[in-house]
């Protein structure tokens, strides 16, 4: 079948098979052939025109859509291009690096590259390690740092560790023991058992006034003699130990005696350092722990009332906690921090022919003239204190 001149016109309008199916176009060519050789009846003539409105309705139809496909397929060329650029853009980016590492590890040795991969894997772990490390230091850091914030506390505020009955009476009351007599009863305190050195054995040491020890004795031939020291346990019960003079001193009113047995005694007294003796002033807060009349230790509160009270040319601490016959030779603590600063020595009367205790004035022998004394008898260690005394301006027996 051959085509006539219109199909050509046609075929060039619409372009090559691109736009139109076959069987679209095979219909206009029918349409244009009736129309060439129909007769020219008016009915027919209408007919004709309808057919040649349909066929430009077709041709329009088809031009539309060519127009479409050639924008889409401008868009998508549009977007290839686009994307070809950033493709290359990539590639060339990639080529570079590549280029970089090759010459990094130009003529390298692959075990040299497997042994520096292995030195940083090293590293790592060992950061990762130290950085553990790190993590368990800081925790415990921030366990003691709350320990001694916890310490500072207790030290700072007396109300925080006085809520705490059986840490109060481990420090303050159970140190203190009851000395007796035949005919006189007295205190003393305990002071830190310390093991000896490569053995399994303990030594622990008694102060108390010596005025206590000497009633007790009765006589100076006696003076070898054990005292017996009974001491209290916080459920109630005690026990005697006894225990022996070692060294004393009767203007100072202060004795030291050693417990026989090499046992450990858990209840201590620590005592307050030098620097904090020199340090205390009126208004300190105290406690003065002893056995009144004979009974359990009793703890009383109170203040330095002084720290330069003067008695037949001894210095004393006086104090205004409550204290009574019997609490001689007992223990005056710091309320802050529950260390031993003193010994109780007397106590005022007032009238002659009958007596009155004034309990708010009892007299204390400070521990920093006992310190220098026991360096001076060559005692030192009762308390580990240092060999050289460091308060040069005083006396042990009196302070001018």
Request: net charge negative.
């Amino acid at each position: 079948m051959h085509s006539s001149p219109r199909t050509i016109w046609l075929a060039a309008v619409l372009g090559t098979g691109a736009w139109l199916t076959w069987d679209r176009f095979q219909v206009v060519e029918r349409r244009l052939v009736e129309v060439q050789s129909a007769s020219a009846t008016k009915a027919e003539m209408a007919r004709l025109a309808e057919g040649y409105v349909q066929i430009a309705e077709m041709l329009a139809g088809a031009r539309n859509e060519k127009q479409c496909e050639q924008a889409m397929l401008e868009h998508r060329l549009t977007s290839l291009e686009g994307s070809q650029r950033f493709t290359d853009s990539e590639l060339s980016a990639q080529e570079q690096r590549l280029q970089s590492w090759a010459a990094v590890w130009e003529g390298k040795d692959p075990k040299d590259i497997e042994t520096r991969i292995e030195a940083v894997q090293a590293s790592v772990d060992q950061r990762k390690r130290d950085l553990e490390q790190l993590t368990r230091d800081a925790a415990r850091l921030a366990s003691e740092e709350r320990s001694r914030l916890e310490a500072l506390d207790r030290r700072i505020d007396p109300l925080v560790i006085g809520r705490d009955p059986q840490r109060l009476w481990e420090a303050c009351v159970g140190p203190v023991v009851q000395l007796a007599g035949d005919a006189t009863v007295g205190s003393g305190v305990l002071l830190e058992s310390r093991q000896k050195p490569g053995s399994e054995e303990y030594e622990t040491y008694l102060l108390t006034a010596w005025h206590v020890v000497r009633d007790i004795y009765g006589s100076v031939d006696r003076i070898n003699s054990p005292v017996q020291a009974r001491i209290y346990h916080e459920d109630g019960t005690t026990e005697i130990e006894p225990a022996r003079m070692i060294a004393y001193d009767a203007p100072l009113d202060i004795a030291v005696l050693k417990m026989e047995s090499t046992r450990l005694f858990p209840n201590g007294a620590r005592l307050a350092s030098r620097e904090r003796l020199q340090q205390a002033k009126i208004f300190d807060a105290i406690y003065a722990v002893g056995c009144p009349l004979g009974n359990d230790p009793i703890p009383t509160a109170g203040e330095i009332a002084a720290t330069q009270h003067k008695v037949d040319g001894c210095t004393y601490w006086m104090i205004s906690a409550p204290t009574y016959i019997g609490n001689s030779g007992g223990g005056i603590f710091d309320a802050r921090s529950h260390e031993l600063m003193g010994i109780f020595s007397k106590i005022y009367t007032h009238g002659s022919a009958r007596s009155t205790i004034v309990p708010h004035m009892g007299l204390a022998t400070p521990l920093d003239l006992v310190y220098v004394w026991l360096d001076q008898v060559g005692q030192g260690q009762v308390a580990q204190i240092d060999t050289q005394p460091q308060l040069t301006n005083a006396s042990a027996q009196r302070s001018e």
